[in-house]
């Protein structure tokens, strides 16, 4: 038996680095120091890989590749879509693929994280990766995320609990304020929680931005409440903020889903932007899939966009709303789609996912899911951080290796995409 | 073989100034053609270079163009992006972008200059490896980065024991480890003490600030990497950004700083930003002639300039401190980020403007640092790009160096308070062709220890630029006829023709192979990320060449 140390879980934007597996005979016997998401993923990683299929006929892999590369080659306008759970080096593929065939190309952060990429366009962000929290950070705020169920080991290895450099007394050293419209395992450890009327994200920020920079809100009705809240204790925010030495913003879908989305992280930013004004203070966005810090990254360095590009002309283009995921299978207008590490007959609304299946769609993914029943093309892969290696970032960008443990039956992503890319190339050359 | 055919040859490094003459390439290296006959010659391959410039490829030595904080810059500014388009074609891959390119189009710009090797500036460790990702997306060039260590909390710990010889002993093994760690080049120090002094929300530090919690001062963080650097005999000295950057008054600091280190090979990068006088009321006037009269005396260092381009562009540098105060005095876009244990970084978008005076100031005062330094193998042409401006103006920058009229002309465009507070239209020094190749390639390869580059004698690298001859410098150096790299034609008439991929360029010093006890558990109690995660794997390097030490 071997006993792989250090291991890197890709599930959650956490990335957890210190995990214990131990593999026997190709097989994973067990993980230590996961949480139970993270570990559930490992141990089940090389389990339920749908066959390969062709229109849900099994076929061989030459076959799958050849006709998902003939389906791209013909589309007219085709969609690029997902890149969330797999390495960097599968992303650089998939912006190659759609550069080549002059598709749309886009990932899960479009409907989730998005908005908040969109505010760092307007009003840029002040963060810091999560050592300096962890060392550092004697004010925690968690605002719209509930990291106890979602990001689990998010508040003992980094924001809660940990005894940093400067926070040797770990929880004891750190105020902890939580904002959110309804009680979670979350709230129930902040000092204060503030429970706020849904909707409400543009305002608070204003009046904590106010507040911060000593202006005092008028109310016209005499009710000084805000989302629900008194004044009383938005002040006791405020105050919590001057008083703090470094503080840290963890954000989640509750602020950038809010009602007028990407705005509502541009005030949330420009919260923290004044705030460094007296103390210093960051914000972090809590992302979710493994590597959908990765695809923006990616998507950036090689289109100069993080989301929500077209290629139709050759050169990127951008435009949220025009180019993104789901408004545009809401228009029908893709008439195919490259789908890799997501499960959109998961996570896409249910009138994008009806117009999918009515267009060839090529999937990759390790796992039988919701998409791979109805998809044209269906590829298993190798789980990437088990079966394949490769880069994914962690949501404070802090880039970590995943390790290949086992010997998967199926290619990485990386390999699968490699050879569209070629058969493509080759269709498009004869 | 491959013949370069009747160029005037411009070679500083080999003595050769503008002679006719054949290069020959052989295998992607330079030979002599000493032994070859006139019929081997003539049934080569061969470029006709007649009414050219043959110059070696441009080596950039000072850049940002890759990593976290540039493409955070990427993020910051999509209103860049949606003038300045490639489209795919069936060599090149599509991009955007002018001062922050995405990363294909950034290795195209670069060669269709002339531009064969590049360094990115400024890489935590931490982070290092998506400079490396990004590097291998940047095809044409040899690139390399420097790894930032001025802030680094390991290197505050070792300097804080009081045994002297321990001291030197233990910083020379920590610098070696982070360089392999993060698989870079050369000794970076941004601000030093700076940007942890910010965590703490503290003001600027000066040369003798001690550092929060440590008491490290920013001197003491100078004299001790630059002693590290010179007894690992890396191939590049310490590369400095020094304390006080772009602040009225800050040559007083970079002066000490200088005096602090004279003896040591030093590298002083964006001089420009660093060389400014006050006048009474506190506003800025040019200090560069005092910093060039000292600098002058001086053979161990060398500088980069930073020359202004007037323009929109992003500055962004792991001084966050800088950038927070840029912040304020702008109000618009603000990005930051804090690096746990070792670094900062910020960014915002910035216009410099020929009539608002400082600017002025600034654009002056990179040229006359250019024009008073008179030896050009220690100062060399950059932007610090995109700080202060895109390195796509360098041929513009070239010509305001050879052609003083051309200079002079741009008096009346400039603020009307310029001439008061600068000497730059006192100066009507041009430089030469042979002057250019110098500051753009054979001088910073020399200060790189890069043997192989810079140079076209025999067992040079076969990276090799040609350009035709005009009077109009700023026409001539836009528009290479030919760029090679590594033998292979890689632009003709100023398009790409080819696109290989280069390879990286990292150094193997002595020592470092792990961490004491002490240090490793600093590294365990208060990084977020294992050691063995930490380190950057053979992966993230493409075709790697050690460059010797020593």
């Not at chain 2, 110059?55 to 950039?60: I, K, N, Q, R």
């Amino acid at each position: 038996m071997t006993t792989h140390d250090n291991v890197v879980c890709t599930f959650c934007g956490c990335l957890c680095d210190d995990l214990e597996v131990d593999v026997e005979d190709n097989a994973i016997k067990a993980v230590r120091k996961a949480c139970l998401i993270g570990k559930n993923k490992i141990m089940n990683a090389l389990s339920h890989a749908p066959a390969i299929r062709v229109n849900g006929r099994e076929a061989s892999l030459g076959a799958a590749v050849e006709e998902a590369a003939r389906i791209l080659g013909e589309a007219k306008n085709p969609l690029v879509y997902g890149m969330s759970s797999t390495t960097s080096e599968a992303q650089r593929e998939m912006v190659d693929i759609a550069e080549m065939i002059r598709a749309n190309l886009d990932n899960p952060s479009s409907y989730c994280h998005g908005p908040g990429v969109l505010a760092r366009q307007q009003a840029g962000l002040v963060t810091c990766t999560l050592g300096e929290a962890k060392n550092r950070a004697d004010l925690v705020i968690y605002w719209g995320c509930n990291p106890v169920e979602a990001h689990m080991r998010h508040l003992t290895r980094y924001s809660l609990q940990p005894k940093g450099l400067y926070t040797p007394e770990g929880r004891k050293d750190r105020k902890v304020v939580a904002i959110d419209i309804r009680q979670t395992p979350t709230t129930k450890r902040a000092d204060l929680f503030l429970q706020v009327t849904p909707g409400h994200t543009f305002e608070i920020a204003s009046v904590l931005r106010a507040l911060v920079n000593g202006l005092e809100p008028e109310f016209q009705d005499g009710r000084e409440e805000v989302a629900g809240v008194p004044m009383e204790s938005w002040r006791r925010v405020v105050e919590m903020i001057k008083a703090c030495k470094y503080g840290v913003l963890f954000f989640g879908l509750g602020v950038t889903q809010c009602r007028n989305t990407d705005i509502n992280v541009e005030q949330v930013s420009r919260l923290v932007q004044d705030a460094n004004k007296h103390v210093r203070f960051s914000a972090l966005a809590m992302r979710g899939h493994g590597n959908v810090n990765g695809c923006n990254q990616v998507m950036t360095w090689q289109t100069g966009f993080p989301l929500a590009v077209n290629f139709s002309r050759g050169f990127p283009r951008h435009n949220p709303g025009e180019y993104s995921v789901v408004p545009m299978l809401a228009r029908q207008e893709v008439d195919a789609a490259l789908i890799v590490a997501t499960d959109p007959g998961a996570h896409l609304p249910a009138d994008a996912v009806r117009f999918l299946k009515t267009i060839p769609v090529i999937h990759l993914d390790p796992h039988e899911n919701l998409t791979t029943p109805w998809a044209t093309v269906v590829i298993p892969v190798a789980p990437v951080g088990v079966a394949a290696a490769g880069t994914f970032y962690r949501m404070d960008n802090v880039p970590l290796r995943v390790k290949k443990m086992v010997e998967s039956p199926h290619p990485s992503d990386e390999d699968v995409l490699k050879a569209i890319k070629e058969k493509i190339r080759h269709v498009a050359h004869t | 073989m491959l013949r370069i055919h009747n160029g005037l040859i411009y070679d500083p490094a080999n003595a050769v100034n503008g002679e006719a003459g054949d290069v020959i390439i052989h295998d992607g290296v330079i030979v002599s053609g000493a032994g070859l006959s006139e019929k081997q010659k003539r049934d080569m391959e061969t470029i006709d270079a007649s009414g050219c410039a043959v110059l070696p490829g441009g080596v950039e030595i000072h850049s940002h163009i890759a990593g976290a904080k540039v493409n955070n810059g990427r993020i910051l500014c999509p209103e860049e992006h949606r003038s300045h388009v490639s489209a795919r074609t069936s060599l090149t891959r599509a991009g955007c972008g002018l001062c922050v390119p995405t990363t294909f189009r950034t290795g195209y710009l670069y060669s269709k200059l002339g531009y064969t090797t590049i360094f990115e500036a400024a890489v935590p460790p931490l982070e290092a490896r998506h400079a490396h990702e990004e590097l291998m997306d940047m095809p044409l060039l040899d690139k390399g980065c420097y790894t930032v260590m001025g802030n680094n909390h390991l290197v505050m710990q070792v300097l804080k024991d009081p045994d002297r010889a321990a001291r030197k002993e233990r910083l020379r093994e920590l610098a070696s480890w982070l360089l392999r760690a993060s698989r870079g080049y050369a000794v970076k120090v941004v601000n030093p003490g700076g940007v942890e002094d910010w965590k703490w929300n503290a003001g600027a530090a000066d040369l003798d600030t001690p550092t929060p919690p440590f008491g490290v001062t920013p001197r003491q963080i100078v004299t001790a990497l630059a002693e590290a650097a010179d007894e690992l005999k890396l191939p590049h000295s310490m590369h400095l950004h020094c304390n006080h950057l772009g602040e009225p008054g800050n040559l007083e600091t970079t002066l000490a700083t200088m005096r602090a280190l004279e003896g040591r090979r030093v590298h002083y990068t964006h001089l420009q930003f660093h060389s400014y006088d006050k006048t009474k009321k506190g506003g800025f006037r040019s200090g560069a002639a005092r910093i060039a009269e000292y600098f002058n005396k001086h053979p161990e260092f060398t500088c980069d300039v930073g020359q202004i381009v007037f323009g929109p562009t992003l500055t962004m540098t792991s001084d966050a401190p800088m950038e927070f105060k840029l912040f304020q005095m702008r109000k618009g876009k603000w990005a930051s980020g804090d690096i746990e244990m070792e670094s900062g970084s910020g960014i915002v978008p910035i216009s410099y403007a020929p009539k608002i005076l400082v600017n002025a100031i600034q654009w002056s005062v990179g040229l006359e640092l250019m024009l008073l330094i008179n030896d050009p193998w220690r100062i060399f042409l950059t932007t610090d790009h995109p700080n202060a401006g895109p390195f796509t103006a360098y041929p513009e920058i070239i010509k305001l160096l050879m052609d003083a009229d051309y200079r002079m002309s741009w008096l009346e465009k400039l603020h009307p308070r310029v001439r008061r507070a600068t000497g730059l239209f006192e100066i009507t020094r041009e430089y030469t062709l042979e002057e250019i190749a110098i500051i753009t390639r054979s001088g910073p390869a020399r200060a790189l220890g890069l043997a192989a580059k810079g140079h076209l004698g025999a067992g040079a690298d076969a990276d090799v630029a040609v350009y035709r001859l005009d009077q109009d410098r700023r026409a001539m150096f836009s528009r290479p006829v030919y760029v090679l790299k590594g033998g292979a034609v890689v632009v003709r008439d100023g398009e790409i023709v080819d696109t290989p991929n280069g390879r990286t360029l990292c150094v193997d010093p002595e020592g470092g192979r792990s961490l004491p006890q002490d240090l490793a558990e600093t590294f365990d109690g208060f990084y977020t990320v294992k050691m063995a995660n930490y380190m950057v794997e053979d992966e993230y390097l493409e075709r790697p060449e050690v460059v010797p030490c020593g």
